[in-house]
C-alpha cells in the first residue's frame, strides 16, 4: 500500500519582511492558523506568493517558530525569491508545510544533556553513550575527577575542566552529576550562507529540551556577516567566518553531535575533517537539493545514499553524514 502523503496549506500573511543585506532577508509570516505537524529545526516549508507563474513553490527551512508565526531568513538567487523580496506586511502568501524530518531531538544520541565526561582525551570517548557520566565505581573514575582547584577542576587527565565556567568549584564535586561540575554534551551546528537558517531555532528547541547542554554556532558568510547578535542570543558561543572557511574554524574532536547545512561542498569538507578527528560525534547534514513537489511524489530531489536512493524532501532533507558522505 502507498504511503498517504499528509500536509498543511496555510493562507498566511506577512508580518514583516525585511533587508538584513544586500541579499538576505528576513521574512516573518503568520499562518493564521497553527502549522499542520511540530516544526522542528531543520523542517521546511514549500512557499509561494504568485500565482501560476512560476510553477513551483519554493522550499524554505524554518528560521522560527512561535505559534501561529514563523519566520524565514532567504538569499535572493532568481525569480521566486525575487518575488519574496517586494512582499510587504499584509500581502498573501501560501505555506505548505511543515515537511521533511529535521533535525533529531536529541542531536547527540543517549549522551544529550546527561553525560558528565568534559570531552577531554583519556575520558570515556565523545560520551555518545552518555553512560561515563558521574561514574565514581567505574572505569570513568579517575579520570573524571577533578583535581579540587577553584576553576580548573575536571579533566583528570588534562586538569582543565572545560564545564566550570563559574569558577566557584568547591573541591568536592568529582562525580557529582547534579551540581556545577556536570558534564555538558557539546553539539557543534556549522552554517553556511543561508545554511545557517535552521540553527537559531535548533538552539531554541535544544535549549528548551536540555538546558545544560552547550551549543556552539558557526557562521560562515562569503562577504557579510548577518544575524550574528540574534544568534549570540540563544548559543553559548558564536563563531562567525567572513571570506574564509568556517570549516577550519571547526574542532570536530570536542564535540558529541555536528550539525551542518550549507553548500555541499563545505559539509562534504567538514565530514572529512570530522573523519580525521576520530570523533565520535553523531553526525547530521541537511541536503538542500532542489525540490519541486517537496512532498515526496516526483522523484526530482533524488539523493544518493549509502543505503540507497533517497527523497531529500522527505526521507530528508537530514540525514546521517555517513549515508550521504561516507562512501565514493
Ligand atoms: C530543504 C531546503 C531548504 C532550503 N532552505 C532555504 C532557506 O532557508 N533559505 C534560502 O534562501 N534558501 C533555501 N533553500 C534554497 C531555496 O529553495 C532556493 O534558493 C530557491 O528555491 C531558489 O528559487 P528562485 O526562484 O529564487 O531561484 P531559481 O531561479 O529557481 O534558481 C536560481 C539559482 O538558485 C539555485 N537554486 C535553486 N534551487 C536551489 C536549491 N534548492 N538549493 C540551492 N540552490 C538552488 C539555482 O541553481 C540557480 O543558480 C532551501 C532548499 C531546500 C531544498
Ligand atoms: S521534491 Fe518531489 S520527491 Fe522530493
Not at 70 to 82: A, D, H, N
Not at 218 to 224: A, I, P, Q, R, V
Not at 298 to 310: M, R
Amino acid at each position: 500500500m502507498g504511503s498517504i502523503v499528509c500536509s498543511k496549506v496555510s493562507q498566511g500573511h506577512i508580518i514583516e519582511n525585511k533587508a538584513l543585506s544586500k541579499d538576505f532577508y528576513l521574512m516573518k509570516v503568520d499562518l493564521g492558523v497553527g502549522a499542520g505537524a511540530p516544526i522542528r529545526p531543520g523542517r521546511f516549508f514549500m512557499l509561494r506568493s504568485w500565482g501560476t507563474e512560476p510553477v513551483l513553490s519554493r522550499p524554505i527551512s524554518v528560521f522560527d517558530a512561535d505559534g501561529a508565526t514563523v519566520s524565514f531568513l532567504y538569499k535572493v538567487v532568481g525569480r521566486g525569491t525575487k518575488l519574496f523580496s517586494g512582499l510587504k506586511p499584509g500581502d498573501a502568501i501560501t505555506c505548505d508545510g511543515p515537511h521533511g524530518n529535521g533535525f533529531p531531538d536529541n542531536p547527540a544520541g543517549d549522551a544529550a544533556g546527561v553525560s558528565a565526561h568534559d570531552g577531554t582525551a583519556g575520558e570515556s570517548g565523545g560520551g555518545t553513550t552518555g553512560d561515563c557520566g558521574g561514574d565514581t565505581t567505574g572505569d570513568a573514575a579517575g579520570v573524571s575527577a577533578h583535581d579540587g582547584k577553584a576553576g580548573e577542576s575536571g579533566g583528570g587527565t588534562t586538569g582543565d575542566c572545560a564545564w566550570d565556567t563559574t569558577g566557584d568549584c568547591t573541591g568536592d564535586c568529582a562525580g557529582d552529576t547534579t551540581a556545577k561540575h556536570i558534564g555538558r554534551t557539546k553539539i557543534a551546528m556549522v552554517g553556511g550562507g543561508v545554511g545557517i537558517a535552521p540553527f537559531y531555532l535548533a538552539c531554541k528547541v535544544y535549549r528548551g529540551l536540555y538546558p545544560d547542554m552547550r551549543l556552539d554556532v558557526y557562521l560562515g558568510f562569503s562577504d557579510e556577516g548577518i544575524l550574528i547578535k540574534e544568534y549570540m542570543d540563544v548559543a553559548d558561543k558564536v563563531t562567525v567566518n567572513v571570506g574564509g572557511f568556517v570549516t577550519d574554524d571547526v574542532d570536530a574532536a570536542q564535540y558529541d553531535a555536528i550539525l551542518t547545512c550549507g553548500p555541499e561542498i563545505m559539509m562534504r569538507v567538514l565530514y572529512q575533517k570530522y573523519l580525521a578527528s576520530g570523533s565520535g560525534a553523531q553526525f547530521h547534514v541537511s541536503m538542500e537539493n532542489r525540490m519541486a513537489c517537496g512532498i515526496g511524489a516526483c522523484l526530482v530531489c533524488t539523493c544518493k545514499n549509502k543505503s540507497g536512493n533517497k527523497k531529500a524532501c522527505k526521507d530528508g532533507p537530514v540525514f546521517p553524514g555517513h549515508e550521504v558522505f561516507g562512501f565514493a
